[in-house]
């Protein structure tokens, strides 16, 4: 079975800094990749997602994320960060129809 | 405006009583899901339903129950045998062949 692990529970970063929050999955088969965003109190809306053909997707808002077989990552990266990024950020890989969901990794920015 | 909703927003119990979260989906998505979030452990699997009248179990379900009586409605049963229900539950849905799972704005159960 499928395990996503994303390695930082915590970032906090400056606003106008650059941020990567770090995904692995554990299987290298062909898989479906997905980062989700979730604000205090709400549901989880879909950032971006990897499906297939060119490994670096992005979503509306500037965030993106590079598919890595060889190393079985989904790094999100966002080279300038705003107030209005800070949320809890989930990585997700597709398996049998299902979501496995990371632990999340919540980014605060700060002023 | 198309969505999925989940009520209420915020449930108390007391410890002992059995309480049923609701959520209902006006997609058309066949398949229906209810996670489970805790802090510092993502969202966890409770059931799943991917068609009327049928679900399976996901990885946490012991002290659940659920339906799936209605495409649009997959209500969660929380039971009394359900040793920490504390929690925010979250409900989604797909629409079978696609890959993107929709989610409601969740409930909050907190048991007294």
């Known amino acids: 079975a499928q395990s996503v692990t994303q390695l930082d529970s915590q970032v906090p970063v400056f606003e106008e800094a650059p941020v990567e929050l770090r995904c692995n999955y554990s299987s290298s088969v062909s898989v479906y990749l997905f980062w989700y965003v979730q604000y205090p109190n709400q549901g989880l809306q879909l950032l971006l997602k990897y499906l297939s053909g060119s490994t670096l997707v992005e979503s509306i808002n500037g965030f993106e994320a590079e598919f890595n077989k060889s190393q079985t990552s989904f790094h999100l990266r966002k080279p300038s960060v705003h107030i209005s990024d800070t949320a809890e950020y989930f990585c997700?890989?597709?398996?049998?129809?299902?979501?496995?969901f990371g632990q999340g990794t919540e980014l605060s920015v700060k002023p | 405006d198309g969505g999925i909703t989940q009520s209420p927003k915020y449930l108390f119990r007391k410890e002992g009583q059995n309480v049923t979260l609701s959520c209902e989906q006006n997609l058309n998505h066949d398949a229906m899901y209810w996670y489970r979030q805790d802090p510092g452990q993502g969202l966890r699997l409770i059931y799943y339903?991917?068609?009327?009248?049928?679900?399976q179990k996901g990885d946490i379900a012991e002290g659940y129950s659920v339906s799936r009586e209605k495409k649009e409605s997959f209500p969660l049963t929380v039971t009394s045998a359900q040793k920490n229900p504390t929690a925010f539950y979250l409900c989604?849905?797909?629409?079978?062949?696609?890959?993107?799972?929709?989610f409601g704005p969740g409930t909050r159960l907190t048991v007294l």
């Open positions: 339903s991917q068609i009327v009248n049928d679900f």
């Open positions: 997700a890989v597709s398996e049998g129809g299902k979501l496995i």
């Open positions: 989604a849905s797909i629409e079978t062949g696609l890959d993107t799972q929709y």
